[in-house]
């Protein structure tokens, strides 16, 4: 791959005619901006960071305590992807710029080296793939994950990833090698089996034929591997024949666990989502309004109606495992859900799980008629 050095980037001239726009930079601890035709339209700024080691917010519900992400921005492009919004903080959009600016962390594997050396390291469970995906495409390029797998396992620190690049593959030695020395999880995000739909909403990423391969690669390499099937979209992937193609080809490749929830929205999502709605479903833009309202998750009345039938469907397939709907608190903190990780995604010691076998049932649950 050829990859070549760039000044700092400037915005096109607006419509109007005038001038471009200063540089979409500076970044802190800015090397280069890269540009290369495999790519095209995204562009790579390269930075040297001075912490790559994130401690998640007092309060939070989240079930681990410290995070490294060593990307920022996500060429899979996913329209409903909640990190949107975090790409303002750098000045970008959550829109295109979060598609097509990304920011590499060239140094992470060596200043994660020097953070968990510290005296001070607790040695706790560190989650990757938590805001934008480890395993991206640039991965192929960069190869920072080799190092940051290798970093943690040496030190004693517990991991787990969770990804929707099938590049994770390539690092399967890596992580059975790492989990003969620390508890490590993994995570595989797939929501739907449809492969149209998951080229329309997510364009970026493998489908979902390549990563339920994926998820039977690492159960035949003897990892867990967990499944986080979010977002369930409504009126587009919530029906009993698209969550029963879900759950059995995920019992079928094997999955340790499943955790299944609705779309939520979050502010800098929202927008991006409604507009590509109103765009390719004209039809069920209204829908989503009225569904959503002005906050970021669906109505009670559909989480509720969710939440029924994926665990008739975890049942049918033989997912028995106390875990797994997203939205355990319906009433009182929707916000529960970010915290409900699946069987085989968060490191525990022992044996890395048994794969669900598929099992028939009753007939399905039929359409939604409230909504």
Request: proline content about 7%; overall charge positive.
């Amino acid at each position: 791959m050829r990859w070549d050095a760039q000044a700092l980037m400037q915005r096109p001239a607006d419509d109007a005619g005038s001038a471009p726009s200063p540089a979409l930079l500076p970044l802190a601890g800015l090397v280069r901006s890269v540009t290369t035709p495999e790519f095209a339209g995204i562009t790579f700024h390269e930075v040297t960071a001075k912490s790559v080691l994130n401690k998640v917010v007092s309060g939070s519900k989240m079930p681990f305590e410290w995070t490294v992400n060593p990307y920022r921005g996500c060429s899979h492009a996913c329209v409903y992807c909640f990190a949107r919004k975090s790409h303002t903080y750098l000045d970008f959009d959550a829109g295109l710029d979060f598609d097509s600016q990304v920011v590499v962390k060239v140094n992470a594997a060596e200043i994660l080296r020097k953070e968990l050396a510290k005296p001070s390291w607790g040695r706790h469970q560190v989650a990757l793939g938590t805001n934008t995906d480890p395993y991206q495409r640039a991965e192929g390029r960069y190869r920072l994950m080799p190092g940051i797998i290798a970093a943690l396992a040496d030190s004693g620190t517990p991991l787990s990833i969770l990804t929707k690049g099938t590049l994770l593959a390539r690092d399967i030695p890596l992580l059975k090698h790492a989990a003969a020395q620390v508890p490590v999880g993994v995570g595989i995000s797939l929501a739907m089996t449809d492969e149209a739909l998951s080229e329309a909403v997510e364009p970026g990423t493998p489908g979902p034929r390549a990563r339920l391969k994926l998820v039977a690669r690492l159960r035949d390499a003897g990892l867990p591997c967990g499944v986080m099937a979010m977002p369930i979209l409504p009126w587009l992937s919530d029906s009993d024949e698209a969550l029963d193609a879900l759950f059995g080809s995920l019992a079928a490749a094997g999955a340790t666990g499943v955790t299944a929830g609705a779309l939520y929205l979050k502010p800098g999502t929202r927008e991006w989502f409604m507009q590509w709605i109103a765009k390719n479903h004209p039809d069920l833009a209204g829908r989503y309004r009225r569904l959503y309202g002005t906050g970021s998750y669906a109505s009670k009345e559909y989480r509720t109606w969710l939440a029924s039938k994926v665990r008739y469907f975890k049942q049918r397939h033989g997912f028995t495992s106390g875990h797994g709907f997203s939205h355990r608190d319906l009433e009182d903190d929707p916000r529960s859900e970010e915290a409900q990780y699946p069987e085989g995604i968060l490191p525990v010691s022992g044996k890395a799980g048994t794969p669900a076998r598929a099992r028939t049932g009753e007939p399905a649950l039929g359409q939604p008629t409230l909504f």
